[in-house]
């Protein structure tokens, strides 16, 4: 069983510090948040790296909002159903269209500046969606761009104090409340944080996967310890893999935007055959999953590591204005997208599942909140419709704050919780090699497509790194690697479990949905293993 706690403590040996609010993470959702939060409180802001560096920060298409005279909450609510496959929650999904515009703009007021055209917002339209409600900047660098202006509204504000290069260990609970966070600071000391809320802002795990849209910071953590400290986690098998990442020698897996798509680019495969009409009706602009799948398919078919991306019929000058990070990044490695086919092939990408929470945001455990990816809010369902995770987050960033408002202050009181199991053996094998091999066992076992043989033994293989719970951890990269493991147990337990194919899971053995027996989410409990819960809408 994997353990409360990663390290061996004692907090009455570790000097305390108190705020009002903990904010873990500088996404869009850690940002916006603490901006909200600082109205009336103290708030303190933790990120492993920088305020600047976080999977929003690559974000590229989008974020999801209501604002054309013809489009309307009710066509983004079925939109949002229907990419979720029966497994979102209509009150989340309600709280997301209907309250998503004036989140958007909050940014705006916030100094986010969107593209305009002629004067009024500019908006696309990607995949799944039934009308142009995606709003963007800079063409294809909207999360930079909230990022940039929200990281300079914290950086400025008296109530938000930034602590970069630190990493939280462990959330401490004590009489079933969450009390703060042990945190390990850039020199290698420890405290404890005690705060009357603790919101965990943290991001995705796409890290767990050998190839990956998200930086290297999305390593799962705020999953893994809310786990440890017995949150309930929720829906963990479905991991979204986006259909169109860079796929080109000596390049990373650079996002290719859905956008790109929305915004007329095909698919086809090495052959120059489109190829998305023998797949869907909706052709490049249907489910991400379902186009992920069908480059695999196609890839195994005319026996390629890619397919190609082609948008060369659109004019060079729309091109360059419309995505002029995408056309920079790939003439760096000698692609011309207004003349060049891109390569490209799926990569992980997002996280649907995460810490369960009600509509304020809310886990079981009281005063710990979790906002954004990390968080399991009901609005995303079995697979996210594109561009909605930057509209959740604003929104239930809200409803967080305003909950929290409502909370009496935590007891300042000696908290007397602690963890010594004796350990005493540091890690034997480098962690980085360890690392790998995690990434390499999800991709062969738990990835795209899924069957029982291939996940018992990713389960299995996982299993054998167990030991590193009982070794005295001191590293970031030991504590990431534990949090990783975490994870990756978490998402092929939950993917082994489930016996259909729904949304972004699919088993090649069950590859039907099935919904007589499983339009129900998969709670996966600390003390208790795997629990069974109806969707809202059975």
């Not at 108190?18 to 869009?28: A, F, K, N, Q, Y």
């Not at 029966?86 to 309250?99: I, K, P, R, Y």
């Not at 990269?477 to 493991?485: G, Q, R």
Request: some cysteine; charged content about 25%; proline content about 3%.
């Amino acid at each position: 069983m994997i353990p409360q706690y990663l390290v061996d403590f004692d907090l009455r040996e570790l000097p305390t510090v108190r705020t009002d609010c903990i904010v873990i993470g500088s996404g869009i959702a850690g940002l916006f948040t603490a901006i909200k939060a600082s109205e009336d409180r103290k708030v303190i802001m933790i990120t492993k790296k920088t305020l600047m560096e976080s999977n929003t920060r690559y974000a590229q298409g989008g974020i999801a909002a209501v604002f054309a005279e013809d489009d309307s909450p009710a066509y983004h609510r079925q939109d949002t159903l229907m990419a979720g496959a029966g497994l979102n929650s209509s009150a989340a999904v309600d709280v997301l269209v209907n309250e998503g515009p004036e989140g958007v703009r909050e940014l705006i007021r916030l100094g986010t500046l969107f593209d305009k055209e002629n004067g009024v917002i500019a908006l696309t339209q990607e995949g799944a969606h039934s009308h142009r409600r995606i709003l963007h900047a800079n063409g294809d660098a909207t999360g930079y761009e909230i990022v940039r202006a929200l990281s300079e509204q914290v950086a400025e504000h008296k109530n938000i104090e930034v602590w970069d290069e630190h990493f939280v260990i462990d959330l401490i609970t004590d009489g079933g409340e969450c009390a703060g966070a042990l945190v390990q600071r850039p020199g290698g000391g420890r405290l404890f944080l005690q705060a009357d809320a603790t919101i965990l802002c943290s991001g995705g795990a796409g890290q767990l996967y050998r190839y990956t849209t998200n930086p290297e910071v999305a390593t799962g953590d705020g999953v893994a310890i809310a786990y440890r400290a017995g949150a309930h986690i929720r829906d963990m098998e479905f991991i979204q893999f986006h259909p169109t990442a860079l796929s080109y020698p000596g390049a990373p897996r650079f996002l290719i935007s859905e956008a790109v798509r929305g915004e007329g680019a095909v698919l086809r495969n090495i052959n120059g055959e489109r190829f998305m009409e023998r797949y869907h009706e909706l052709l490049e602009l249907a489910p991400r999953d379902i186009v992920a799948r069908a480059i695999v398919s196609e890839m195994e078919q005319t026996k390629s590591t890619f397919v190609y991306l082609d948008i060369t019929h659109e004019s060079a000058e729309m091109v360059r204005h419309r995505f002029p990070t995408i056309y920079q990044t790939c003439m760096s490695y000698g692609l011309d997208i207004t003349s060049d086919w891109i390569p490209v092939a799926p990569a992980a990408h997002y996280m649907m599942g995460g810490i369960k929470t009600d509509l304020n945001g809310e886990s079981n455990i009281a005063r710990l909140f979790a906002c954004g990816e990390v968080s399991s809010t009901g609005v995303q369902g079995a697979n996210r419709l594109a561009s909605n995770s930057l509209s959740e987050a604003v929104v239930f960033g809200r409803r967080i704050v305003e909950r929290i408002r409502q909370l009496p202050p935590l007891g300042r009181g000696v908290i007397a919780a602690g963890c010594d199991e004796g350990r005493v053996e540091s890690p034997t094998q480098a962690i980085v090699e360890r690392r790998l091999k995690l990434q390499k066992v999800m991709v062969r076992y738990a990835g795209l497509r899924r069957n029982e043989e291939m996940l018992s033994k990713g389960l299995d293989e996982l299993k054998r790194q167990l030991p590193i719970f009982h070794s005295a951890l001191t590293k970031r990269e030991e504590y990431e690697f534990a949090n990783m493991l975490t994870c990756c147990l978490l998402i092929t337990e939950a993917a082994l479990a489930r016996h259909e194919s729904r949304g972004a899971h699919y088993r090649e053995d069950y590859p039907q949905r099935n919904d007589a027996e499983w339009q129900k989410h998969l709670l996966l409990i600390r003390e208790l293993g795997i629990v069974e819960e109806l969707s809202d809408d059975v």
